[in-house]
């Protein structure tokens, strides 16, 4: 039995500290370039790994990442940990309440985007040459594993896109992630299966149907009841007056490690186990999205560029590049993606230009891709070849997003959305020091100026959007919003909370400006012009100070103009 000597753990550290800093120094420089930070952390594994210094510094190479099991294991348990906590992470950014409400919209988007790329990717896959095929695998099996890996689409990738698109809170936001929400799912219950089926030993009806029926039933029983044992642990930790965040982050990585044990005993991969997990703590009433969102930085501050960098570590890419298997994979995985996406957009009747959007918001693979397709490199169910392809699609599908997503925003006509935000729609002061007492206090100020609609129709479908997902944008900015049948054209009113209301927003602070915009159920393109003018004119925190500051609603229509006029210095 080999036992880590203090060499050991000398090296280990230098790989860590190497890996690390040079991940996330290259990662800020890429985040700056409006490029995905995966690219950085898989381009420094190449660079350091058997791609290029392996060929031109063999021996350095070697000296800083030495062959030995003990050594390599070390690396590879931080890395496992880095993943396991990525997809509990996930997990948590998985709003299954919010996904189930747009179940209607959002299952149909959701079907098409699972159904046809798998059909897309699985007919051709029967028909690729053995070489391809890893060791264990079947024609069938690689098939069924490629097919599956090109339904996932890179959920965080596209929310940091959409935020920064200004577009997160707005009704096609909140319908694009509610739909790759149930695609995550569905995709990765179909992945477990999948697996689970093709690395069972002996492949037979009666292990079908254990792996199928454990793999489900861990699901419901998790999803269903999880969230209420969870509230109920949370809140005990809590009246015993734990810490927290402490007391939360603590119950959450336990919650993974038990789902993690759970679908492992099952036979399929403790990574689907901690996914699972994480949608469960995430659904709980008592965990604020500040903890998340500290959760979510450790993650992928510390985790996650080790555990990338250390997968391009291992491979040669130079040596493993094939142009037409890149080609093959990248096309039938984008293609079939949007096309997914675009017929799901055009069934539930979304406009042309909003298909278009939805589709391109569909075609990222990013980091879930990467994972999907190491678990089946690590079954010997593809090859390093087929695994080297899959990540060239997954970051360039990334890269390739946000500008196409952009570009189709910026061929909407543009519209003065202070047009719609005159002197008598400014309520300076809120009395209600609840969310809720809030948008009633508000919506019952619109009686007057909205003609042909009651205010209790207006609070209501307001408040129905609100429970469906928060709409508190950073920097005590909220952006309530409802698109209301009937409606003669769009109006946005402004309100102040002095003190401040929790809005369950994920910087932690609270909202002392609350935007309600009102829009007309056939103008879509309004509440996304009025939702990207409000981002982009509060922006700037000297703005916002000045509006909470403010003295009368001449003022502060003077300074809130100033900032939404384009060209302004805080609108750049």
């Known amino acids: 039995m080999e036992h880590i000597s203090e060499h050991n753990i000398l090296m280990f550290l230098i790989q860590l500290a190497v890996l690390l800093g040079l991940a996330r120094g290259l990662g800020e420089l890429f985040r700056r370039m409006d490029q995905p930070t995966i690219t950085a952390e898989i381009l420094v594994g190449v660079l350091l790994g058997a791609t290029i210094l392996g060929r031109i510094a063999p021996n350095f190479q070697e000296v800083l990442f030495p062959p030995e099991a003990v050594q390599k294991n070390m690396l590879d348990t931080f890395a496992w940990i880095g993943i396991l906590f990525f997809m509990l992470d996930a997990g948590l ?61 890179a959920l965080p990738v596209t929310a940091k896109i959409i935020q920064e698109l200004q577009v997160y809170r707005t009704d096609i936001g909140l319908l694009i992630m509610s739909a790759l929400t149930i695609n995550d799912v569905a995709g990765w219950v179909v992945f477990a299966l999948i697996l689970g089926f093709f690395t069972e030993a002996v492949f037979t009806l009666g292990t079908i149907a254990f ?58 991969h403790a990574l689907f186990g901690f ?18 969102r500290v959760f979510s930085e450790m993650v992928h501050a510390v985790l996650v560029p080790v555990f990338f960098a250390s997968i391009a570590l291992r491979l040669d890419f130079i040596g493993r590049f094939d142009l037409l298997l890149v080609l093959f994979i990248f096309f039938i995985g984008v293609f079939g993606r949007y096309i997914g996406a675009y017929l799901g957009g055009r069934f539930i009747r979304q406009r042309h230009a909003h298909s278009k959007f939805i589709a391109l918001a569909h075609i990222p693979g990013g980091q879930m891709q990467i994972v999907i397709g190491m678990l089946a490199l690590e079954y010997e169910v ?9 990540v060239f699609g997954a970051v360039v599908s990334s890269m390739i997003a946000g500008p196409g997503m952009s570009k189709i925003l910026r061929q909407v006509k543009k519209r003065d959305w202070m047009l719609y935000l005159p002197l008598n729609h400014f309520i300076p002061y809120v009395e209600s020091n609840d ?42 900015v909220a952006f309530p919003h409802a ?12 309100a102040r909370s002095p003190e401040g209301l929790d809005w369950d927003s994920s910087d932690g602070l609270p909202v002392q400006l609350i935007f309600l915009a009102l829009t007309p159920e056939n103008d879509p393109d309004a509440q996304i012009q009025i939702a990207r003018g409000i981002s982009e004119a509060t922006t700037d925190e000297a703005v916002r100070k000045e509006l909470i500051r403010s003295e009368t609603p001449s003022k502060m229509l003077e300074k809130l103009r100033a900032a939404a006029t384009p060209g302004n210095p805080n609108n750049a």
């Open 435 to 476: 969310k809720e007492g809030a948008l009633e206090e508000i919506c019952q100020k619109t009686a007057g100026a909205i003609k042909g609609i009651s205010a209790e129709e207006i609070t209501r479908a307001v408040l129905d959007r609100e429970r469906q997902m928060t709409t508190a944008l950073d920097g005590g």
């Open 93 to 153: 950014d998985t709003n299954l309440a919010t996904a189930w409400r747009q179940r209607g919209p959002a299952t149909v988007l959701s079907l098409t985007d699972l159904i046809i790329p798998m059909a897309i990717a699985f007919i051709p896959c029967l028909f690729m040459p053995r070489e391809y095929l890893g060791e264990e695998g079947t024609i069938i099996g690689f098939a069924l594993f490629v097919g599956a890996i090109m339904t996932i689409s």
């Open 483 to 494: 698109r209301l049948e009937g409606l003669e054209g769009p109006a946005v009113f402004l």
């Open 275 to 292: 996914f699972i997990a994480g949608i469960m703590a995430g659904e709980s009433d008592l965990l604020p999205e500040r903890t998340k």
């Open 382 to 390: 593809i090859t390093e070849t087929v695994f080297v392809a899959i």
């Open 211 to 268: 792996v199928l029926l454990a793999t489900l039933s861990f699901a419901i029983v998790f999803l269903a009841l999880g969230p209420r044992v969870f509230n109920k642990t949370l809140g005990w930790l809590r009246s015993c007056h734990v810490p927290e965040p402490a007391a939360s982050l603590t119950l959450v990585c336990l919650a993974g490690f038990v789902g993690g044990a759970i679908t492992t005993w099952i036979g399929i």
